[in-house]
């Protein structure tokens, strides 16, 4: 095998074995872990907790609580998060053609809450205010904003795929919140000591 063959990824390889072009396609309820072992094993998998945001046609803003939200490439930087389907963010994402990410910081579990439970006027309970390209910044919540600009989005299974190239990543003061078995958790840093790095850079 060639160097030239080895530095790009061939389409067919992203197909898994003996499924041909059907990979699309869910496999059976029955031939899959029931819903409680695969929650229980994903609580074991902590995370941060990000708010994510957009607006409606109308202006209206909208947001979710989010914990899939992962780092796809640096170069363009851009990042994915899933949603379910039938969201209302989901919607007003689709129609802004971009959406925020809000990473919360450690006092925020509150409002991890409360965007993780089917309330109306969430926004009538945090402070927020219009990022600069007139995203939902939750300022008081939030250690760190990402604006996002709409990439690929795909559905796979009840929720969709959502890719967003980042056009701004702004850092403020703060430690992050952590999410896993179940429960929200402050980051676990030794106090007077920095929760992150001290030069702002966000990594892979
Ligand atoms: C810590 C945490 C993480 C979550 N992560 C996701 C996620 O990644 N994707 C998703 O669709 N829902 C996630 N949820 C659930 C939604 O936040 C919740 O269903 C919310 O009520 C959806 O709002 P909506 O009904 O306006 O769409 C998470 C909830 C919590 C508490």
Do not use: K
Request: include cysteine.
């Amino acid at each position: 095998m060639t160097a030239s063959m080895t530095s790009r990824i061939e389409h067919d390889r992203l197909v898994p074995p003996d499924r041909g072009d059907r990979h699309t396609e869910s496999a059976a309820p029955d031939e899959c872990a029931p819903p409680g072992d695969y929650t229980a094993l994903m609580g074991m998998f902590p995370t941060g907790v990000a708010v994510i945001t957009s607006v409606d046609g109308a202006g209206r803003p909208h947001g979710i609580t989010c914990s899939s939200l992962t780092s796809v490439t640096l170069s363009p930087p851009t990042l994915l998060v899933c949603i379910r389907s039938s969201s209302p963010t989901l919607d007003a994402l689709m129609t802004a053609g971009g959406f925020a990410v809000n990473l919360l910081h450690t006092g925020a579990s509150a409002t991890a809450t409360l965007f993780g439970t089917p309330v109306a006027d969430r926004f009538a309970r945090v402070g927020w205010r219009p990022s600069a390209t007139g995203l939902p910044w939750l300022h008081a919540d939030a250690l760190a904003l990402a604006e996002c600009r709409l990439g690929r989005a795909f559905p796979v299974g009840d929720h969709v795929v959502v890719l967003g190239e980042v056009l701004t990543a702004t850092r403020y003061d703060g430690a992050p919140l952590l999410y896993g078995l179940r429960q929200f958790l402050p980051w676990p840093a030794d106090p007077g000591r920095p929760a992150a790095p001290a030069n702002g850079e966000l990594h892979d």
